[in-house]
């Protein structure tokens, strides 16, 4: 008798185990994604009381938010690739490092999304490395195939992570 109710706690919690690995990734991306809409929806608020959609229609259309933060994106993007746009981003850029805590914020904020959105390869492939210690393994992203200068020091191919 007991083997049996030992048998019907592990099914159960077999079943529950498959349940939550079905539903937990699929409620975190629909928070995930509501959330995101919500902030862009929040965008909506640059507007003027007076031009702002739901003055406008009458009713509020959830995700217009994330049309109007592509567009000021966009305008954003045109903006800063040209000669004075740069020049606002410097000035602005050289205001921000003036103030200790911000230019640290910042400074990471930047390299960070500047390493990943580059066109270069950096930061494509995701790999896991034996580090710090044996046994121990860490993510990584691989950024470069082949390091020629330190495979030739040591005689065997190296990438760098």
Known sequence: MNGVSSSRKHSLRRYLVAGVLVWL???????????????????????????????????RIPGLGLLFALLVLL????????????????????????IPVVRTV?????????SVLSQSNSFRKVVMVEYPRAGAWSIGFLTAEDVPEVSEKLGEPHAAV
């Open 25 to 59: 990734p699929i409620l975190a991306t629909v928070w995930v994604v509501n959330f995101l809409l919500h902030i862009m929806d929040r965008t909506l608020l640059l507007l003027p009381a007076g031009v702002r959609p739901e003055a406008l229609l009458g009713f």
């Open 106 to 114: 910042y400074g990471g904020v930047k390299s960070f999304a500047e």
């Open 75 to 98: 305008l954003t993007g045109l903006l800063v690739t040209n000669l004075i746009g740069r020049r606002l981003v410097l000035w602005g850029e050289d205001l921000l490092n003036r």
